[in-house]
């Protein structure tokens, strides 16, 4: 099975900030990696998928880079509402798995 | 985008089993494969399983074989998912979720259903 390693596991930056989140997969997984936001009560929703492509309707400050490996996601100036967790997840294959969540908190 | 509805909260014994549902939306149901996800109170989240709803094949995370069943209803769109021998550790938000748009990812998700297992 492929083990997903976050880091930081939690995160303080300011409105504005910019910010970078880091996911390793335990072997190669191409480009199957996807990022994914949670907000407290609510279900995940998609950033990110195929490493780098922006889900529609998601602010072009978010992004995704990486492959093989290591892949990060970058919000590049945070506002209010991106303070939450974030979960990377890869599908290249079964069973699929996810890191253990990055929280990002206002400082 | 494709709307999933889960049935509501459950509370049940140590030892007893839980089947929560999704519906889906539209006419949609044949078209995606649909995923079981949990997470613990305060946890990250775990993937469960994998349903084909056109033909009902199933795969399961190894640590749930044997334990976890999921099946599916095409004449009403519904899913099920049933987790038997329940224990405190499987108090959980459980989640279905699909990929929609066919990239690999879950791009639709249920609003979560809550199981509590509590003597």
Redesign the interface.
């Known amino acids: ?1 492929i083990q997903m390693t976050q880091s930081p596991s939690s995160l303080s930056a300011s409105v504005g900030d910019r910010v970078t989140i880091t996911c390793r997969a335990s072997q190669s997984i191409s480009s ?1 990696l ?1 990022w ?1 936001q ?1 907000k407290p009560g609510k ?4 950033l990110i ?2 490493a780098s ?1 922006l ?1 529609s309707g998601v602010p072009s400050r978010f992004s995704g880079s990486g492959s093989g490996t290591e892949f990060t996601l970058t919000i590049s100036s945070l506002l209010a509402e991106d303070f939450a967790t974030y ?1 990377c ?1 890869q ?1 290249d294959s ?8 990055t929280k990002l908190e206002i400082k | 985008q494709v709307q999933l509805v889960q049935s509501g909260a459950e509370v049940k014994k140590p030892g007893a089993s839980v089947k929560v549902s999704c519906k889906t939306s539209g006419n949609t149901f044949n078209t995606y494969y649909m995923h079981w996800v949990r997470q613990a109170p305060g946890q990250g989240l775990e993937w469960m399983g994998i349903i084909n709803p056109n033909g009902g094949s199933t795969s399961y995370a190894q640590r749930f074989q044997g334990r976890v069943t999921m099946t599916r209803d095409s004449s009403t769109g519904t899913i099920y998912m049933e987790v038997s021998s329940l224990t405190s550790e499987d108090t959980a938000v459980y989640y279905c979720a699909t990929d929609s748009s066919g990239h690999y990812c879950f791009d639709d998700w249920g609003q979560g259903t809550l199981v509590t297992v509590s003597s």
């Open positions: 099975d199957y996807n994914y949670q279900a995940p929703k998609l998928y195929a492509s889900q979960f997840q599908s079964i069973p699929y798995s996810f890191g253990q969540g």
